[in-house]
């Protein structure tokens, strides 16, 4: 009987978040005002985040201690196991071990709760009553459901229309924590009113959420929002994913030469990329992959440039790989990779080649899912179906090249409310999205007005 | 940091099944041919199961191990952590410490798995090459379809056409899996024809897919039929439940005052349960405690009796407490607990006065599954939501006595793809069902022409 999980005991659970703005080997372009132009200060976020997730989004501290009340609800689904995947090794039949981080048990069923933890605990202890945040097909909103719940805040979440209509899975998830879920638009905000004014059946977009969840926000003073990728802070708390893969590995007495995840707006990438990263950055040997769609190519066909972070342009100008914040990708089933920018600090690693970006159009992620599903069990969300096609394309480049390899990806999260997508492929009805030069032209013209990182 | 979770290493999983059989403080009743009124034999079960299935159902062998092929498959989810509550403890605020087994990390779930492995495994090593069965909700029928599809077996499922129309997610794991689930009433069997004859909209039931399932299997010699709770051998199966769960408590030096489980078929109950039972048996002063719903009241209100295990009376006759195989529960959303009759092992134990059976209404199982939800977490399956009722029961009458009680439950499965259950409930329209004695004596009358066990 061959070992397939390493567990951690949770005394062993790492008590900091690694912060890789302490290691970056060239400085990074700060983000921008839109009005100035100058970078934004502390100040400018105070109406937006809690002052504390201000300090740590702008922090250079390699690393940060995770308080205990965040650690004690950590402890509800983490340390979570380390997989080695020897049915899928067997299938692929290719000279490679595959480890995996199952991120899956958490309570909503991906990464997101360990920084929705976080940042519900942050606001509490900062005095804030209340969260507003977006969400699009509803992890993120049903993690910070769950995590203010526990902390005893407030929460609204605006929920794109069209998504709330279509999946009520996750609606009734943030229900059952006792959450609000609106559809978005709504006649809560004067944003939700000037659309639904205009278009009254308006299926909302991830932009227009955006903007109603930060006009909520601000317009109460003890109401804060919530992002649930992209920015330093949020990235940063998924580093125990890393953190804790570094652990089991060592107990194994293994070491990773490519270490993969998929990557919407970066942060569970970011999670068990970023401690690896460091060690690449101090020399170590290793590839560091991040799989995107091709039909959302932010980093293997998009600038790295100045961007709003929202298509609303409510954020600051963020230095980013972007196809431009009117960019509207087609509709793939893994909405969590539909995003037209990518987070900071994984721009700038691509940038400096620490990253290796890798595009997989819909039909082959698929097929690595369903493969993996009957394999290994799980059935993944259609996100983390992107990075197993990376492993797939990885475990067949070392067959080829005669090479062993041992990779490690983080399983971002399972798809049992994303059933649907699997019907649409298994009865041959999804298709790839082939994107014509000329819609990202179009797309990028949006932001030539503004400066270059 | 107070410890959650305790883990056990793979290295320590039990290699063998505990079968109760061997420690049984009286002889239990066997089952009877329907026709001769005789105790039926091997031969009589040969066409629906496999024969090594048939003789673990009728072995009075203490320890059955465990094939390697099979604990290689449960290494992708098991051991299974044992949590204490810690979180529900300090909402109930009694004296008690809350322990449960999260069997909900199984890909599908539940712990339906356990005996789906085993079962698919028999059956490809007696040489069969198609499973059938039934499900009405779907745990089991997509557990079965994940089993089947790792030992390479094809599965047809026949799934309870309004669950079919109604419950789609289950219906699409089935698929992912690559088992063939189609909705019964069928036009695939002559029972399933003769229906659709006298009513082309019929709705379905159990009853209905269990005969198509059972007519479908024998008229193939290369098939045979599964079923996910009940039986000896499916309760063997489960028994692994039990058997961590007291390695683990060991670990941690602690040894429960109660042990509890919800109770359909009773094979979730029993596999947490019989463990701890044995020790009972032998001296251990403990209650064990089985959860049913007060709307399908078999233990609580039904007798002890001969009565067919399913609707359709193809089974032979089990001695069980029972409904009467005619009765119709009402539509609570728990469908795995919509059962008129219970395992004949457990059933023995009542009858015994070691399980203590005890009914809960529908509002005060979802009452404490949001409770549940909005402390630990977790979102349990409606099933799983009755042992958390009969665990606050417990809690308040510890506090009543001010007596310190250690508490044991298995969490059978997690309830992320029965969300419109949480909706009905938090939107004020479910109910509870009052059962009229009537109702439960009319349908007895079914049963009056048996034998008595």
Known sequence: MEQVKVFLDESDI????YNILADMPTPMSPPLHPGTGQPVGPDDLAPVFPMNLIEQEVSSERWID??????????????????????????LD??????????GVS?????????????????KAFGIERLSTETGAGQWGSALSMACQMFGLECRVFMVRVSYDQKPYRRLMMMTWGANCVPSPSDLTAAGRKIMAENPDSPGSLGIAISEAIEDAVADEKARYSLGSVLNHVLLHQTIIGLEAQKQMEKIGVYPNVVMGCAGGGSNFAGVALPFVRDKIHGKELSVVAAE?????????????YDFGDTAMTTPL????????????APIHAGGLRYHGMAPVVSHLVKEGIIEPRAFNQLETFTAGVNWARTEGFISAPET????AAVVQEAERAKEEGKEKVILFNWSGHGLVDLAAYEAFLSGQLT???????????ALQTIEQFPKP
């Open 14 to 17: 790492p008590r900091q978040w």
């Open 66 to 91: 995770i308080p205990e009340e965040v650690l004690e609800k950590y402890l509800l689904w983490r340390p979570t196991p380390l997989y080695r995947a020897r049915n899928f090794e067997k299938l």
């Open 94 to 103: 290719a000279p490679v071990q595959i480890y995996y981080k199952h991120e």
């Open 107 to 123: 309570p909503p069923g991906s990464h997101k709760p360990n920084t929705a933890i976080a940042q519900a605990y942050y606001n």
């Open 293 to 305: 769609p091709s039909s959302c190519p932010t980093m293997t066909r998009g600038p790295f440039a």
């Open 318 to 329: 963020l230095p980013m790989y972007t196809l431009g914040h009117d960019f509207v990708p």
């Open 385 to 388: 179906n992107h990075v197993i």
């Open 432 to 442: 790839n999205y082939a994107l014509p030069e000329e819609e990202i032209r179009r």
